[in-house]
């Protein structure tokens, strides 16, 4: 995507890691606990900067590199059929949203399984519906993330509440991924979401039950995690609470459930890089402390662009991008504005990831 003002893309997805362990080269068995070392001195190092906070978590992302050798022995010796990348569908245009989600991590070599987890009342077999029809298009694309992206389906049944908002009353499925314990762990991702880079380092991360970012737009006036992005440790006990939670919720989300069981001792990791919005990019280049988390650093577009792996789309009133058409009346009109100066990066870039979504699913669904 050139017009999103992208550097070379070795340098994109390629960043050399933080440290260099000279000494340690000659040993493999050394360079492999040097690297232990590092994430548990990181771990808690880094817990203590934060005092009596959540406990907190900034872990750096870019520790499983390609560019380095140490950590490449680490990620080369991990038994990655322990940990998966979950998606959970319950509809058509979040089926297609999953798959092409699944096609990124695909294209970027992630290491980590993929699973899917769909309606158990869904038919397979496409010879038994006609070819213009949804249920046809439905058992096409699950078969195709199975035979072209390797992904594992799970069928399960939907986790839904009658009350509130139809558009999210099957979000709760999403809390199934604490249900998966075929895994060690496993990633839960939105799907109404563009992944850039892999996010592999993270199964490797201290043991955690939960680990979640914060939902940085909401604080310090409400502290809360979002769920859009989600690393869990499955078990059975921890599936019980979260059933029974349910059980009690109104016309809540699947977020509201899991900050009421996990907000006083989730391991926090950082929103940057894992948790950029797209409104991000239509506030006032002076506006940014709660993502940046300084008052003094300077918005850079493009340097948050390259440091981001995965971007959710949220940019109230403007629709989810797969409700669009390329020249929709309303993404112009909330497009961010140029500032000072003729700086028309944010508009770019925020286009650009619309534009982007666009094309990837016409090309990875057969349609838009």
């Not at 009690?248 to 001792?265: K, P, Q, T, V």
């Amino acid at each position: 995507m050139e017009y999103m003002g992208q550097t070379d893309s070795k340098k994109r997805f390629g960043y050399a890691a933080v440290l260099h362990f000279d000494d340690l080269s000659r040993s493999r068995t050394f360079r492999i606990i040097g690297c232990w070392v590092l994430a548990f001195l990181l771990f808690f190092g880094l817990n203590r900067q934060f005092g009596n906070r959540v406990p907190s978590l900034r872990f750096h992302k870019h520790l499983i590199s390609d560019n380095n050798d140490v950590l490449e022995d680490v990620a080369n010796d991990v038994d990655w059929s322990r940990f998966a990348y979950v998606q959970y569908v319950t509809n058509l245009p979040y089926l297609c949203n999953s798959l092409m989600l699944f096609a990124s991590l695909q294209k970027h070599n992630c290491r980590a399984e993929k699973l899917m987890m769909y309606p158990s009342s869904w038919k397979l077999n496409q010879t038994l519906f006609g070819n213009d029809s949804s249920e046809h298009a439905q058992a096409r694309l699950v078969n195709l993330a199975r035979d072209k992206y390797g992904v594992r389906l799970q069928p399960v049944e939907v986790m839904a509440k009658s009350e509130g908002d139809p558009t999210w009353s099957a979000s709760y499925t999403k809390l199934l991924a604490l249900n998966q314990t075929d895994y060690a762990r496993v990633l839960s991702l939105d799907s109404d979401s563009t992944v850039y880079q892999c996010m592999d380092e993270l199964f490797l991360l201290p043991s955690a039950p939960v680990v979640m970012p914060r939902a940085y737009y909401s604080w310090p006036k409400q502290p809360t995690l979002g769920s859009q992005f989600l690393l869990v440790q499955p078990k059975a006990d921890d599936f019980k609470r979260v059933e029974e939670a349910f059980a009690r919720a109104g016309s809540g989300f699947d977020m509201e459930i899991l900050n009421e069981i996990y907000f006083s001792h989730a391991t926090i990791i950082s929103h940057r890089g894992y948790g950029l919005l797209t409104g991000e990019y239509k506030k006032n280049p002076d506006d940014h402390a709660q993502y940046l988390g300084s008052k003094t650093e300077q918005w850079d577009p493009e340097a948050i662009f390259n440091e981001t792996k995965y971007l959710h789309f949220s940019d109230w009133p403007v629709k989810k991008p797969w409700a669009l058409y390329s020249d929709d009346p309303t993404l112009m009109s909330n497009a961010p504005k140029c500032h000072d100066k003729g700086d028309c990066r944010d508009r770019k870039f925020w286009l650009g990831f619309y534009e982007d979504f666009r094309i990837r699913r016409e090309e990875v669904c057969g349609f838009f």
